[in-house]
């Protein structure tokens, strides 16, 4: 089946230091690969995705490898920023887009 | 455009009592879903309608949940009687046919029941 494991968190940075948040995956066929990211009081996000095997998505900074070899899409971020603080969720589809399986979720907190 | 409006945006309940979640979702889509994050847990699939008509309902719990899209546009999601362990977060989203991979879904902010 499909399942998406998630580095647990809660994760507490200063400002501008380096983000890696795990992510590892087990599924049938080929799925598509997610980070939603979701900020106090408002809805998930799309942060990024990854259609195929060695894609990287890319956005405000935040950067996922589709690793298929390692079943892996860890998220990460070269200098984080206080508004950064968010929870983020892996997740990943199917090939139609049917069903969404995400993780536990990440909460980042970052300090000045 | 207007993202997908839920509300209420809160809502805390008896159990035994009966609630109803609606989602409203971007004009146009034809796909909507429900998902819930239980206590800090994943957000799981709850089901999902094409237009209103439900594709997929393998996520739902049990039976004292009860979804509907009318005439294909807002949904509504009602528990009852609602338990303990209906507490969470439910989530809507909504997307077009076409292109879903590409353009995501859309989600809401999320509806938080509390049952007591």
């Known amino acids: 089946g499909n399942s998406v494991t998630q580095m647990e968190g809660p994760v507490t940075l200063s400002e501008e230091a380096f983000l890696t948040i795990n992510c590892t995956y087990t599924a049938t066929g080929y799925p598509s690969l997610f980070w939603y990211v979701q900020y106090p009081g408002e809805g998930l996000q799309l942060l990024l995705k990854?259609?195929?095997?060695?894609d990287k998505g890319s956005n405000k900074g935040f950067e996922a490898t589709y690793r298929k070899e390692t079943t892996s899409f860890h998220l990460e971020k070269g200098s984080v920023q206080v508004s950064d603080s968010a929870v983020y969720f892996c997740?990943?589809?199917?090939?139609?887009?049917?069903?969404?399986?995400f993780g536990t979720g990440t909460s980042l907190t970052v300090i000045p | 455009e207007a993202g997908v409006t839920q509300f209420p945006s809160h809502s805390v309940i008896e159990k035994g009592q009966t609630v109803t979640l609606r989602c409203d979702p971007i004009s146009g889509h034809d796909n909507l879903y429900w998902y819930r994050r239980v206590m800090g847990k994943e957000i799981k699939f709850l089901l999902h309608?094409?237009?209103?008509?439900?594709?997929?309902e393998s996520g739902m719990p049990n039976n004292r949940f009860l979804a509907e899209r009318t005439g294909g546009t807002y949904s509504t999601l009602k528990v009852q009687p609602a338990e303990l362990e209906d507490s969470g977060v439910y989530f809507c989203?909504?997307?077009?046919?076409?292109?879903?991979?590409?353009?995501?879904?859309?989600f809401g902010s999320g509806t938080r029941l509390t049952v007591v």
């Open positions: 309608f094409v237009k209103e008509s439900k594709q997929d």
């Open positions: 990854a259609t195929k095997a060695d």
């Open positions: 997740a990943l589809s199917d090939w139609a887009g049917n069903q969404f399986y």
């Open positions: 989203a909504s997307s077009p046919t076409r292109d879903r991979i590409y353009y995501g879904y859309t």
